[in-house]
């Protein structure tokens, strides 16, 4: 492999020996010729929630050290290790919108392939406002709900691509 991507190991986690390129299948692995491990590097997992009220979609402004800073997004973030998925749906809506919400129905599932050196999936989720108080929070700059008809500038192509499914009666 000629490019390394944060996240990939040079050396092997168990014996400390370099990784080397293997086939495995049909695609190349990063392979301990000492011990066989095999670098499985699979995407993450971000768990997002939309919120609806009055017809309108509830987006943040991402803030600076966040991917396509500026732009907007729906509330999201990644899944921890441990985390159930729908909780982390409901935490990251928490920290970066103030509001609190039951989680309910996938909406839309997508892979994200924004940034190569760290593919993730996303999976969208129907989100029921319960309280809590609109303010924007963690990596978040701004908050506001807009219509479908009338977005800000999105930051990633999944969020364009589920909105349209959402216009075509999602």
């Known amino acids: 492999m000629s490019e ?5 190991y040079s050396y092997c986690p168990y014996c400390g020996t370099p990784l080397g390129p293997k086939k495995i299948g049909n695609r190349v692995r990063m392979n301990c010729p000492n011990c066989e491990f095999v670098h499985w590097r699979n995407p993450a997992v971000g768990a997002a929630t939309v919120i609806r009220r009055d017809g ?17 997004a729906v509330p999201a973030g990644y ?5 159930e998925i729908r909780a982390a749906a409901a935490r990251e ?6 509001l609190i919400a039951d989680i309910g129905a996938v909406l839309w599932v997508a892979s994200n392939f924004h940034d ?26 701004e908050v506001g709900f807009f219509s479908l008809d009338d977005l ?9 691509a ?5 216009r075509d009666g999602l």
């Open 152 to 160: 800000p500038e999105l930051a990633f192509e999944t969020d364009h």
């Open 4 to 8: 390394s991507w944060p996240g990939e």
């Open 79 to 83: 899944v921890d290790y441990g985390e």
């Open 162 to 166: 589920l909105f349209a499914a959402l």
């Open 56 to 72: 309108r979609i509830l987006l943040v402004r991402r803030g600076p050290g966040t991917a396509r800073s500026g732009y907007w």
């Open 116 to 141: 190569p050196g760290k593919l993730t999936v996303g999976i969208w989720f129907e989100g029921i406002e319960r309280g809590g108080r609109l303010m924007a929070g963690d990596d978040a700059t």
């Open 93 to 98: 809506l928490h920290e970066e919108t103030g």
